[in-house]
């Protein structure tokens, strides 16, 4: 009965603030989504071929060169070249990757797969249904359950073992015959009179050779190096994930993953096939122990196992005593800052990178595929670098809704799940989880944001305002004493302190405010606008 209370005050207040926005907010959509709409519906370019010289550069014409052959570029080559585009992909290693991050596809992202038509991609690897997570702290649990009743049954999240997917995607659009798929080290973009003409690369035999196309986009990952001369590479590292592979076990959901808010890291745990669950501990930049030495091994059996569910904690420690099965990972923040550069473009964790901990990234950048597909479909002609440069900082401001939402979401669950000296964060941590198990909207509406099924940032500025009146009112009740009062006080301050940081950064006008940015109202350019 309290807790309704508190809600209720919560509620009413939040809806102040979420009514002024609801008519701007409906307009912004209404736009944004007739814009793509009408672009989608003209007609695609004709198919051209490529031909090589005995020097390896293009005879003809290359509509596109994409660096790099992940989750981002594996699928916006097999996109572009359904639309007729001649692409040329060029990836570092086109074995299969080795890494722990990108395992967790949302809800959100398997539609923008669906919109691709790619979903096939997750067909026969062993992928496993993912519905959501379970919050533990302190005894409690509170679920995080991504709000599917409206979708059939298959659209749910999926979890895999990331090398599985890519092959599939690369496959798929190594199919095509306009998709050019070649292994290659990109040295450096070539430029002429500021404009990107195409790239230098070496070959597997370590040739250097020169590619030209009339756009050139860089989705080549989180340790491009070559996003210094297309952005503002200011990257943050808050902590590391350390992650290895549970066998022999299973979690008590296997269709939800787990996360334990625990001293002094948050746990996290997915299955990532039908005999293995993935763990990963989260640790900060300033105390992570060695792995060479056995620091690492020491500090996740006597800090992190007594943490762990009873039912993990044997394959727990047999994982941490396997040989080379432990693997570290950057979380990496960098806030998309691009300079407007003609003839070349950039998307997915190249532009804009999140704490891990959602597990949002291939959702983003599977929504930048689609949104950059959608943009270029219209454009019969390339070849004007400016002009088509100015039609396209329409994408940077039209993929805010995704990535700013699921960007905040990440950094701010971090913070707030991070164990800290600070009484406040812990009572932060109770009010998220007492808002969480409060199920209805608060919960659904939370998770359909974690999950990218509602990518908007006024949306999340309402929950994130309601939970922290909400965490308020707990400390407050069942009677507003001056320390009481003075605890809320540090409650919502040092909430205010977590939120509008993270906020700034994504860039307030964008995320609230588009239909003042002049990019938004950017029309494909018709062939008068085109230099002869």
């Known amino acids: 009965m309290v807790e309704q209370y508190i809600v209720g005050v919560a509620v009413v207040i939040a809806s102040l603030l979420g009514f002024v926005f609801l008519y701007y907010n409906s307009l912004v959509r209404f736009w944004g989504l007739s814009k793509l709409k009408r672009r989608a519906s003209m007609e695609f370019p004709k198919e051209k071929r490529i031909n090589k010289n005995g020097s390896g550069e293009d005879v003809g014409t290359t509509d596109i060169i994409i660096v790099g052959a992940g989750v981002a570029g594996a699928a916006l080559a097999y996109s572009l070249g ?16 080795d890494r722990i991050a990108g395992e967790s596809l949302m809800p959100g992202g398997y539609l923008k797969l669906i919109e691709l038509g790619l979903e096939d991609c997750v067909d026969e690897i062993d992928a496993q249904p993912n519905q959501g997570y379970i919050l533990y702290k302190d005894g409690k649990n509170a679920p995080i359950s991504y709000p ?33 798929l070649e292994q290659g080290t990109v040295t450096s973009l070539l430029e002429e009179n500021g404009i990107i003409k195409g790239v230098h690369y070496k070959d597997k035999s370590s040739q250097m050779l020169t590619a030209y196309a009339s756009l050139t986009v860089v989705c080549d990952g ?17 902590s590391y994930f350390v992650g290895f592979i549970l066998t022999n076990c299973k979690l008590s959901d296997q269709n939800h993953g787990a996360i334990i808010l625990a001293d002094p890291s948050p746990i996290v745990f997915y299955p990532i096939s039908s005999t293995e669950i993935r763990c990963m501990v989260d640790v900060p930049s300033q105390n992570l122990p060695s792995l060479s030495n056995g620091e690492m091994s020491h500090y996740l059996k006597t800090l992190v196992a007594p943490k762990v569910f009873p039912e993990t904690y044997d394959s727990f420690i047999s994982a941490i005593e396997k040989k080379d099965n432990i693997k570290i990972m950057p979380n990496r923040i960098m806030a998309d800052a691009p ?12 532009l804009n990178m999140r704490h891990a901990i959602t597990g949002g990234g291939m959702t983003v950048a599977l929504s930048d595929v689609v949104l950059l597909r959608d943009l270029l479909r219209p454009l019969h002609d390339l070849s004007d670098a400016s002009v088509v440069c100015k039609y396209l900082q329409s994408f940077y401001t039209l993929r805010k809704p995704m990535s700013s939402t699921i960007n905040i979401l990440a950094s701010v669950l971090h913070k707030v799940f991070s164990s800290s000296s600070d009484p406040t964060i812990e009572d932060i941590q109770h009010a998220c989880i007492g808002y969480l198990r409060l199920g209805g909207v608060f919960s659904s509406g939370l998770s359909a944001m974690i999950s990218g099924l509602c990518p908007r940032p006024l949306s999340l500025a309402f929950h994130l305002f309601a939970l922290a009146i909400y965490g308020v009112g707990r400390l407050l009740l069942p009677f507003p004493s001056p320390k009481r009062l003075w605890n809320g006080a540090k409650l919502f301050w040092v909430s205010s302190n977590i939120i509008f940081p993270i906020i700034h950064s994504e860039g307030v006008r964008q995320m609230f405010f588009p239909l003042t940015v002049p990019a938004y109202y950017r029309t494909p350019p018709r062939n008068k606008d085109f230099k002869v």
Not at 87 to 95: G, T
Not at 151 to 179: E, I, M, Y
Request: charged letters at 25%.
């Open 82 to 97: 359904k639309d007729g585009r001649q692409v040329r992909v060029i990836e570092r290693d086109l074995n299969p990757p």
């Open 148 to 180: 599917l009743e409206k979708f059939h049954s298959h659209v749910v999240g999926k979890n895999f073992h990331n090398n599985r997917f890519v092959q599939k995607l690369r496959k798929k659009a190594a199919s095509l015959h306009n998709v050019s």
């Open 222 to 238: 989180c340790f491009s190096n070559l996003r210094r001369s297309l952005c503002n590479p200011k990257v943050d590292v808050p």
């Open 339 to 350: 300079h407007r550069t003609p003839g070349a473009l950039l998307i997915g964790d190249s």
